[in-house]
T-cell receptor, first 115, second 114 residues
Framework: DTGVSQDPRHKITKRGQNVTFRCDPI?????LYWYRQTLGQGPEFLTY????????KSRLLSDRFSAERPKGSFSTLEIQRTEQGDSAMYLC?????????????FGQGTRLTVV | GESVGLHLPTLSVQEGDNSIINCAYS??????FIWYKQESGKGPQFIID?????DKRQGQRVTVLLNKTVKHLSLQIAATQPGDSAVYFC?????????????FGKGTKLSVIP
């Protein structure tokens, strides 16, 4: 499978616990994005990496959220002290650098449920 | 704030008919648009894109039309099939401004009647 891979697919955690998600982008893609999607809504942008540099962050990304892409390949998204409002699908996408285009390909997502 | 939105939340079409899904955007600075298809429990799947210097682009069974005058985007699906049933999102981007984040609308659910 050469698509974007996310792990785990599902995560149930108790409020207050920390969780970490992993994303493996398409191998030749230098850009990686994290989005969050709640039921019935479109995905909302969280953050974006070009190689290992985090270049854009949404105001949705509170200080409890941290994302890394240490070697410019896979990325992790950590949520500390989870809250019930964090329950959502967390989507990762990747793209190649193309002038004027952001043809992002998404993974299957990690569905987080905070109980 | 400015946002991308959709005219209709649901659309039911007969198998074999053509489908048209509409999207309105309000950010005049947007210069790149994408249509995504999302099936239940899956991530969004890229369908087709269009840059603001074009008004029409065709793919396999799909056509995207862009009307910058009225800030309107549409996705046309020819000969709709049961496998086309999904939620469709339009997304906008300001790639020319160096931004790579996509702003998505709420989505239109397409149901194909066999």
């Amino acid at each position: 499978d050469t698509g974007v891979s996310q792990d785990p697919r599902h995560k149930i955690t108790k409020r207050g616990q920390n969780v970490t998600f992993r994303c493996d982008p398409i191998s030749e893609h230098n850009r990686l994005y994290w989005y969050r999607q709640t039921l019935g809504q479109g995905p909302e942008f969280l953050t974006y990496f070009q190689n290992e540099a985090q270049l854009e962050k949404s105001r949705l990304l509170s200080d409890r959220f941290s994302a890394e892409r240490p070697k410019g390949s896979f990325s992790t998204l950590e949520i500390q002290r989870t809250e019930q409002g964090d329950s959502a699908m967390y989507l990762c996408a990747s793209s190649l650098e193309r002038r004027g285009r952001t043809e992002a390909f998404f993974g299957q997502g990690t569905r987080l449920t905070v109980v | 704030g400015e946002s991308v939105g959709l005219h209709l939340p649901t659309l039911s079409v007969q198998e074999g008919d053509n489908s048209i899904i509409n999207c309105a955007y309000s950010n005049s600075a947007s210069d790149y648009f994408i249509w995504y298809k999302q099936e239940s429990g899956k991530g969004p799947q890229f369908i087709i894109d269009i840059r603001s210097n074009m008004d029409k682009r065709q793919g396999q069974r799909v056509t995207v039309l862009l009307n910058k005058t009225v800030k309107h985007l549409s996705l046309q699906i020819a000969a709709t099939q049961p496998g086309d049933s999904a939620v469709y999102f339009c997304a906008e981007n300001r790639a020319g401004a160096g931004s790579y984040q996509l702003t998505f609308g709420k989505g239109t659910k397409l149901s194909v009647i066999p």
